[in-house]
């Protein structure tokens, strides 16, 4: 049995818990309520009934017959999460972490966001569970991302933009941290991806393991076997984790994890610590980080803002070290022109941060054989992404 | 003894409160951060505390943050930081001067290496805002054997399980956090203080100093009827903020409220 994390919340050297004091205790009852209810059949239900009937799950596996046959090598299989209610894989965590909420009696829900995909689906979550909600997100993000925004605040949240540091996701991701220090009696932090301090990465890997275990079950009912590989893209990495967790243990499944390269690795403007990073601490958890040679964090450059983070969840630190999973980097132009190929080819729009996985299964298939299978989590659509298209395509909107 | 230890005990034998000021390292210019500590020490100040920028400070609140943003933006990191304590402690053999950051930087440089430096320079103490006693344990071995206090913070929230393992790690003395917050937070609670602190006094011997929210003379004699510390940060850095077109006048400025502050707490009671 794959015994990660321990009861720490340590992947091998990775994750743990390193945050101030004062986060401590409240760490430590959110990490009994999650033990206690994750055992319990009836919020087992209760989140399997919200997936079903309002998230949309199952999700489909779809079969890329175009795609695959213009790539001419391995046969291409899609994970529709981009069919999820609010439009990408982020809302499985956040139903799970607000019926967590609301069974530990907290009133209020805040979080952070970059590109503000888990601002929505926190903001929609919260608004059907009737909690107060407040989410944190750069200013330079709350400029290029205005439609999310406001979306937000037509579901009822305070989206509050954050001035400080770089003015992105890892701001607003501290900014969220000093929210929670300060209300933390009656508030609830939903973190959108596997990383921050222990309980997180695992909690939001256990919710988003959904997407793994039914790729499982419906690549088996179609074709009787296994993948050959999956692949996903990673910025924090939780559509990653999830599809990853329940193939860990199938050691013939290769897994790839996508970093962004932005304008190319050699450049320094990129989003890839697990390529081109090294171990630190950052956000409650020690991990892959980009920094420079005195610890400080450096700012990121991906076309996706959903990648645009300088750290990793630390499951994936541990997976890259241990060899079980390969961890890959592609620009921003391969991701574009994957994005370009799988709507022509599929009539499917994928997100900026999905097309860099589909890059990635452009580079791979070719070289696999025709009866071998990929699956690629289409972890987002694309609607949001399309001022940005448009305006690399010269097109004014 | 440590020169904290025995700072400590100086004071408690005279039956005086240490005043612990707060600065953040190289702001808001590296060349007056030693001349700044000098000032303080002049005006009263016991034990300092430095603050070691880093570019997400996420236990602190807006004042400190600005402050950590313009340190940064000159250039300053850990190793000059180091090197402003081994230039303060050429003509101050005497005051304590605790570190205060967060992990990351000391990791980059090495553990072996940071205490090291830290030692060789003079500091005295380390306070680490993100490393709980949980992941403290390599930390804490390699800083002791340099003879560099490992000094903790509590906080309102802390279970007496909790304050007793710190009470078993720490040394030189704890720093209590007053409210839930980040630094500069807003009001303190005497009485609610009053009560923790005789809960965290019950289970640890180490000296209490609190800090967040300590903003003036008043809420200085506040604290110091019932703590052995008053640890002021954002209430100096944001007076330095606010002379940053003058900083020639910031040691004096600072000095004469730090003055204030002193007066407050050796009030006799």
């Known amino acids: ?397 | 003894m440590s020169r904290i230890a025995e700072r400590f005990a100086e004071l408690q034998a005279q039956g005086r409160r240490a005043l612990i000021p707060y600065l953040t390292a190289g702001d808001p210019r590296p060349e007056l951060t030693v001349p700044l500590m000098h000032a303080l020490v002049e005006a009263g100040a016991d034990l300092i505390e430095l603050g070691v920028p880093f570019s997400d400070p996420m236990a602190d609140g807006p004042v400190i943050q600005r402050a950590t943003e313009r340190a940064l933006a000159q250039g300053v990191r850990l190793g000059d930081v180091l090197g402003m304590v081994e230039a303060f402690r050429r003509s101050d053999p005497q005051t304590p001067v605790v570190l205060m950051g967060y992990l990351n930087p000391i990791e980059r440089m090495g553990y072996q290496t940071f205490a090291e430096r830290a030692h060789a320079a003079g500091a005295d103490g380390v306070l680490i805002v993100d490393v709980p006693p949980e992941e403290a344990e390599e930390l804490v071995g390699v800083l002791k054997s340099q003879g560099l206090d490992l000094v903790y913070l509590l906080a309102p929230t802390s279970t007496d399980e909790r304050i007793r393992r710190i009470g078993a790690l720490a040394s030189g003395f704890v720093y209590y956090v007053s409210v839930k917050g980040v630094t500069g937070a807003g009001h303190l609670d005497p009485s609610d203080v009053a009560a923790h602190l005789a809960r965290i006094k019950s289970m640890i011997a180490l000296p209490v100093g609190v800090g967040f929210g300590i903003k003036d003379a008043e809420t200085a004699a506040q604290i110091a009827r019932i703590a052995d510390a008053v640890i002021v940060g954002s209430a100096i850095v944001s007076r330095i903020e606010s002379l940053g077109e003058t900083p020639e006048r910031i040691p004096a400025e600072i000095a004469a409220f730090l003055k204030t502050l002193r007066q407050a707490i050796d009030e006799p009671k």
């Open chain 1, 1 to 397: 049995m794959y015994p990660f994390p321990d009861e720490r919340g340590h992947f091998g050297p990775y994750g743990g818990l390193f945050v101030p004091e004062t986060l401590m205790q409240p760490l430590e009852e959110l990490s009994l309520a999650y033990e206690r209810y994750r055992n319990d059949p009836s919020f087992q239900a209760e989140l399997a009934a919200d997936l079903r009937d309002y998230v949309g799950r199952p999700s489909p596996l779809y079969y890329a017959a175009r795609l695959s046959r213009e790539l001419g090598g391995a046969q291409i299989y899609l994970k529709r999460e981009d069919l999820n209610h609010t439009g990408a894989h982020k809302v499985n965590n956040t139903v799970g972490q607000a019926l967590l909420a609301r069974r530990m009696g907290k009133s209020r829900i805040i979080a952070e966001t970059g590109a503000g995909q888990h601002g929505v689906a926190t903001a929609t979550v919260a608004a059907r569970l009737g909690l107060e909600c407040v989410v944190y997100m750069g200013e330079v993000d709350v400029a290029r991302q205005q439609a999310n925004v406001y979306r937000m605040r037509l579901l009822g949240a305070e989206v509050v933009p954050v001035r400080s540091g770089s003015r992105t996701l890892k701001d607003a991701l501290n900014e969220a941290m000093r929210d929670w220090v300060t209300h933390v009696d009656r508030t609830f932090y939903i973190i959108g991806t596997v990383a921050g301090p222990h309980p997180y990465p695992m909690m939001v890997r256990d919710f988003q393991a959904v997407i793994g275990r039914e790729t499982k079950q419906q690549l088996l009912e179609r074709t009787g076997r296994l993948p050959d590989a999956l692949i996903a893209c990673v910025g924090g990495g939780s559509n990653a984790m999830g599809l990853f967790y329940p193939f860990l243990e199938d050691e013939e499944v290769a897994l790839y994890g996508v970093e962004a390269a932005g304008e190319g690795l050699e450049t320094g403007r990129h989003a890839a610590p697990l390529n081109a990073g090294r171990p630190g601490v950052l956000h409650g958890n020690r991990t892959y980080l980009m920094e420079d040679e005195d610890g400080q964090i450096l700012e990121t450059h991906s076309i996706s803002a959903g990648l645009d983070y300088p750290g990793v969840g630390p499951e994936h630190a541990w997976l890259k070290d241990t060899g079980r999973a390969t961890y890959v980097a592609v620009t921003d132009r391969e991701a574009l022109a994957a994005f370009h190929r799988l709507t022509r080819t599929e009539g499917i729009i994928p997100a900026l941060e999905s097309s860099h996985a589909l890059a990635y299964a452009e580079q791979l298939a070719p070289r696999m054989r025709l009866d071998q299978i990929i699956v690629v989590n289409l972890s987002g659509r694309g609607d949001k992404d399309m001022h940005t298209v448009a305006e690399h395509d010269g097109w004014t909107l």
